[in-house]
C-alpha cells in the first residue's frame, strides 16, 4: 500500500465521494441495501462493505432524508431505501455544490492557477501543477 492509500485524509475524501455515490444511486429512485452495493461493484469494479453503506442509510434514515419500506423479490424480505421529499431537496443542493467546486477545480487545473478551496474547510490547500 502506498503512502498515500494509508493518508487519513484520503480516506475521508474516499469515504465522502463513497456517500455522494450512495446517494446519488438513491436519487435515482429506490434501491436495498445490496442493490447499492452491486451498483458500486459495477461501477468501480471494487468492493464496498456493509460497514460503509448501512451506517449511512440509517443515519440518512434517523435525519428524515431516506424511507425505508419492505419489499418481497420472490425469495426474501428486502429493506427498500427511497429518498423523501427532504432528502432529494437535500440532494439536488448537494449536488449543485459539488457541481460548482468541480468545475473550479477543473478551471483551475486547465489554466494553471492549481489552487482549489472549498469555504467549508474540507478541501482547503494548494498544489503544483
Known amino acids: 500500500m502506498s503512502s498515500i492509500d494509508s493518508d487519513p485524509l484520503i480516506g475521508k ?10 446517494l446519488s444511486v438513491l436519487y435515482e429512485g429506490p434501491i436495498h441495501g445490496y442493490g447499492l452495493m ?5 461501477v468501480y469494479n471494487r468492493e464496498i462493505v456493509e460497514g ?8 440518512l434514515r434517523k435525519k428524515g432524508l431516506v ?10 424480505e428486502r429493506k427498500v ?4 421529499v ?3 431537496v437535500f440532494c439536488e443542493a448537494l449536488f449543485l455544490r459539488f457541481q460548482n467546486v468541480y468545475a473550479v477545480a477543473l478551471e483551475n487545473s486547465v489554466s494553471g492557477v492549481g489552487v482549489l478551496s472549498v469555504d467549508d474547510g474540507l478541501l482547503v490547500g494548494e498544489f503544483d501543477v
Open 13 to 22: 475524501f474516499v469515504r465522502d465521494f463513497d456517500r455522494l455515490f450512495m
Open 38 to 42: 452491486d451498483r458500486y461493484r459495477v
Open 52 to 59: 460503509t453503506v448501512y451506517p449511512f442509510l440509517a443515519v
Open 67 to 76: 424511507s425505508l419500506s419492505l419489499a418481497h423479490d420472490g425469495v426474501r
Open 81 to 84: 431505501y427511497e429518498l423523501t
Open 86 to 88: 427532504l432528502g432529494r
